[in-house]
């Protein structure tokens, strides 16, 4: 069965801490794993699409990776408006479906 | 306006209530897709539809209906719901939709906090 498991489930952090979430994956035929900020009460902001194994992206203080496992994403020197859930969801198979992770609540102290 | 809106922004109901759900996309995309999200849950999606056909049912209850009447605006038809019903739902586009073979990114509107009572 296709599954995406996210940790850790919450985190807090000191403003600068950096630290890493990680998304592993157990599917088959992967197409594309995705990457989304959402804040209380709106929908999920998209942030990335990985699609193979090595690939990198950054947007500001964020950077993804992936492998063929597992993706992070990175956070450096975070600020307190990084704080949000963030969500991975991986593409797969031939009829494309998506699945979900249940999220890590971000938490930045100032 | 751009992106994907949904209307209302909240809703509170009650068990014998019939009400509408509402998306529209400005993004010119040929899919849209119903979810919902429970506390502590994933995302779970409820409905596909690409280039209006319905392309997806996930065993959702007879109790939600859906309807896309052009690949802009996506409804969604509440009866009789049941308290356990109240959720946040979500609605999305995307470019290319599903069985394309390529991947195809989800942009999702603000959501409607649905409360049943």
């Known amino acids: 069965e296709d599954q995406v498991t996210q940790s850790p489930e919450a985190l807090r952090l000191q403003e600068g801490e950096s630290s890493s979430l990680n998304c592993s994956y157990t599917?088959?035929?992967?197409?594309?794993l995705f990457w989304y900020r959402q804040d209380p009460g709106k929908g999920p902001e998209f942030l990335f699409t990985?699609?193979?194994a090595g690939e990198e992206k950054e947007k500001e203080r964020l950077k993804a990776t992936l492998t063929k496992k597992e993706s992070f994403l990175h956070i450096t020197a975070p600020k307190p408006e990084d704080s949000a859930t963030y969500l991975c969801?991986?593409?797969?198979?031939?009829?494309?479906?998506?699945?979900f992770g249940k999220g890590t609540r971000l938490h930045i102290l100032p | 306006e751009t992106g994907v809106t949904q209307t209302p922004r909240h809703l509170v109901m009650g068990m014998t209530n019939k009400k509408s759900l509402k998306c529209e996309q400005h993004?010119?995309?040929?899919?849209m897709y119903w979810y919902k999200q429970s506390a502590k849950k994933p995302l779970e999606l409820m409905f596909v539809?690409?280039?209006?056909?319905?392309?997806e049912n996930n065993s959702v209850p007879s109790r939600f209906s859906p309807e896309c009447p052009n690949s802009s605006h996506l409804f969604l038809h509440l009866h009789t719901l049941q308290p356990e019903d109240s959720a946040l739902y979500l609605c999305?586009?995307?470019?290319?939709?599903?069985?394309?073979?390529?991947?195809?990114?989800?942009?999702f509107g603000p959501g409607t906090r649905l409360t049943v009572l």
């Open positions: 999305a586009s995307s470019p290319q939709g599903s069985g394309g073979g390529n991947t195809d990114t989800q942009y």
């Open positions: 599917v088959s035929g992967l197409r594309g």
């Open positions: 990985l699609y193979s």
């Open positions: 969801a991986v593409q797969v198979g031939r009829d494309d479906k998506i699945i």
């Open positions: 993004l010119g995309h040929n899919a």
């Open positions: 539809y690409n280039f209006k056909e319905q392309t």
